[in-house]
């Protein structure tokens, strides 16, 4: 859900990124939730990724349903469900990873000025990093 970086500088805009980033985790698992009571299945069965990418690939139908009526939205939203019920875990029982980063940051400096700016010195062959 992209929250590896938090943008904000002040610390009360950090407080609602954080509160941000845990409502909409909250939303997904309840949807997560819906579908799986809808389909019979168990909330942990259903990928929590999966669930994230059909919701995202389903925006822009549920934008337009929203402002054409209510019958349609809902008939969009069991569609939505039965999407997202489909994404399963499979059953791993003897499945197990290293809790360790994997991914290391680039070893580039921060970009702290303009980016015109600094393609204008590069242009005249200033180091400007």
Not at 3 to 16: G, H, N, W
Not at 33 to 59: C, N, W, Y
Not at 73 to 84: D, E, F, S, W
Request: aromatic fraction near 6%.
């Amino acid at each position: 859900m992209q929250m590896e970086d938090l943008r904000c500088k002040t610390p009360a805009l950090v407080r609602k990124e954080i509160w941000t980033h845990v409502l909409a985790y909250n939303l997904l698992r309840t949807v997560i939730a819906q579908a799986a009571a809808t389909h019979d299945l168990v909330p942990r069965s259903i990928s929590f990724k999966g669930a994230l990418q059909t919701l995202v690939a389903f925006q822009p139908m549920l934008e337009l349903a929203a402002a054409a009526g209510r019958g349609q939205g809902l008939r969009l939203y069991q569609h939505l469900l039965r999407a997202i019920a489909t994404h399963r875990v499979a059953v791993r029982p003897d499945r197990f990873e290293p809790r360790a980063k994997k991914r290391r940051r680039d070893h580039y400096a921060w970009l702290t000025k303009p980016r015109s700016e600094v393609k204008r010195k590069m242009a005249k062959g200033v180091t400007v990093i």
